[in-house]
């Protein structure tokens, strides 16, 4: 149980289009989904946590305009990258709580990379 | 704020051996610790979770130290094998449901 899925697992962009990421929980309600963002060889930072219905809470430094998330069910979490740039080439990973306990489920990432 | 850190960046060891990774942190108000196995280019898999009540916790040949107080944690690994080759995380949660990784160890097991 508890399995979180991400699409797609990787995606090259151009310049200064925009990228959807879902992020989805397969076998149980989210309430609160996170995403990661993992530059090589570094740790994760948490980007925003999204509760399901309501506007996502973004960590200090986070652009809430370029990266825009989206949390409009109980399984279904999406990360936008607007104007993508070089830059944002990363590893994205979103994770999922089911609320009863405070316990995340991680996605196995997305790659993105901007050309 | 609190600060993950964990020594070494990386570790390369012969098969067989049994290691130690380290992980610390800056703030000992923790509502639990949770150590993380990555493979490149993937996700995270959870290897175990001890919560701040909790002194260690013991998976198959994997066993995680908590010492709250003085912020440290370990993972020991015995028998190594080249397939715990991979990347390890420490991350902690505080009382909300965020969580703080740690820099990672990236572990290589030599056959």
């Known amino acids: 149980g508890a399995v979180v899925s991400q699409h797609p697992s990787r995606v090259i962009c151009k310049s200064g289009t925009s990228v959807k990421i879902e992020c989805r929980s397969l076998?149980?309600?989210?309430?609160?989904m996170f995403w990661y963002r993992q530059f090589p060889k570094q740790s994760l930072m948490l980007m925003a946590t999204?509760?399901?219905?309501?506007?996502?809470?973004?960590e200090q430094g986070v652009e809430k305009d370029k990266f825009l998330i989206n949390h409009a069910s109980l399984t279904l979490s999406t990360l936008t990258v607007t104007s993508a740039h070089p830059e944002d080439s990363s590893f994205y990973i979103c994770?999922?709580?089911?609320?009863?306990?405070?316990?995340?489920?991680f996605g196995p990432g997305t790659r993105l990379t901007v050309t | 704020k609190q600060e993950v850190t964990q020594i070494p960046a990386a570790l390369s060891v012969p098969e067989g051996e049994n290691l130690v990774l380290n992980c610390s942190f800056t703030?000992?108000?923790?509502?639990?610790l949770q150590w993380f196995r990555q493979d490149p280019g993937k996700g995270l898999t959870s290897l175990l979770l001890?919560?701040?009540?909790?002194r260690e916790q013991t998976s198959g040949r994997l066993n995680a130290s908590l010492d709250k107080s003085s912020g440290r944690s370990t993972l020991y690994i015995a028998a190594s094998q080249p397939g715990d080759s991979a990347t390890y995380l420490c991350?902690?949660?505080?009382?909300?449901?965020?969580?703080?990784f740690g820099t990672g160890t990236r572990l290589k097991v030599l056959a």
């Open positions: 994770s999922a709580s089911p609320g009863t306990t405070y316990e995340q489920y």
């Open positions: 076998d149980f309600q989210a309430t609160t």
């Open positions: 999204s509760n399901e219905g309501s506007k996502a809470t973004y």
């Open positions: 703030d000992s108000a923790i509502y639990n």
């Open positions: 001890i919560q701040s009540s909790q």
């Open positions: 991350a902690v949660r505080q009382h909300t449901y965020k969580y703080i």
